[in-house]
């Protein structure tokens, strides 16, 4: 597929990470678009797997470990990493998380866009619209 979407690993965290995110599909979007978004989805979803246990490897790799042998973290959820280890942690995490896949699902076009969609929804989905049309 030549049109497909390329997304990067931040970009898919970001829309996992938002709850409105599925329920943008139960929005009024014309039929094709709905589908192209649900294919996105759980085409996002597997990459979003292998994603999250790259980085699990990674923070194994490279933090402390607790008395039972898993990975240090402040009381914030940040990860406490070996002090030889944190800027070779971070530099990998971050090539992880610039790393561009593609979806093989081709750009949503939403045309008109719905009254439904919010804003936030527009721009967290934005990588995955091929354009919008005005409602």
């Excluded at 709905?34 to 923070?59: N, P």
Aim: hydrophobic share 40%.
């Amino acid at each position: 597929m030549t049109d497909a979407i390329t997304i990067t690993h931040a970009q898919i965290e970001a829309i996992m990470a938002s709850p409105g995110t599925l329920e943008t599909i139960k929005t009024k979007l014309p039929t094709k678009a709905a589908y192209w978004l649900a294919r996105a989805i759980v085409e996002m979803q597997k990459i979003y797997k292998v994603y999250k246990d790259q980085q699990q490897q990674i923070i194994t790799a490279h933090a402390m470990v607790d008395d039972h042998g898993k990975p240090s973290a402040k009381p914030n959820g940040q990860v406490i990493w070996k002090p030889e280890d944190e800027e070779t942690a971070g530099q990998k995490l971050k090539e992880l998380a610039e790393t561009e896949v593609d979806l093989h699902v081709r750009p949503i076009v939403i045309d008109p866009m719905p009254e439904s969609m919010t804003i936030e929804s527009m721009i967290l989905l934005m990588p995955l619209l091929k354009e919008i049309g005005d409602a």
